[in-house]
């Protein structure tokens, strides 16, 4: 059985830094691209990051770029999303997601798997 199981959100002041990790389990962490997407109240779920399998090539959302950064672990089976300098507008539940995939594509139908999601709440 796949899982997810997000960790590390949280209130943060703007300005400040948080680091939110996503642990995988039941798959072949190393060949598949993951993401992270987030959505706010009465918004629809939103891309923020993503990464190829190998590490090799990221994306990200013209609102989070410079600030935020993924990473992953493939010996850990864990990836992160750091978000420096967060806004309020950051203020969202973040979820990962895993697809099989041979680029890191930024649309959330191409993600197989989910995770439960983590909130994170910035303030001004």
């Known amino acids: 059985q796949v899982q997810l199981v997000e960790s590390g959100g949280g209130l943060v002041q703007a300005g400040g830094s948080l680091r939110l990790s996503c642990a995988a389990s039941?798959?072949?962490?190393?060949?598949?691209?993951m993401s992270w997407f987030r959505q706010a109240p009465g918004k629809q779920r939103e891309f923020v990051a993503s990464m190829t399998w190998t590490g090799g090539s990221t994306y990200y959302a013209d609102s989070v770029e410079g600030r935020f950064t993924i990473s992953r672990d493939n010996a850990k089976n864990t990836a992160y999303l750091q978000m420096n300098n967060p806004e309020p507008a950051d203020t969202a539940v973040y979820y990962c997601?895993?697809?099989?995939?041979?680029?890191?594509?930024?649309?959330?139908?191409?993600?197989?798997?989910w995770g439960q999601g983590t909130q994170v709440t910035v303030s001004s």
């Open positions: 997601a895993a697809g099989r995939l041979a680029y890191a594509s930024t649309r959330s139908s191409d993600y197989t798997y």
């Open positions: 039941g798959l072949t962490f190393s060949r598949y691209a």
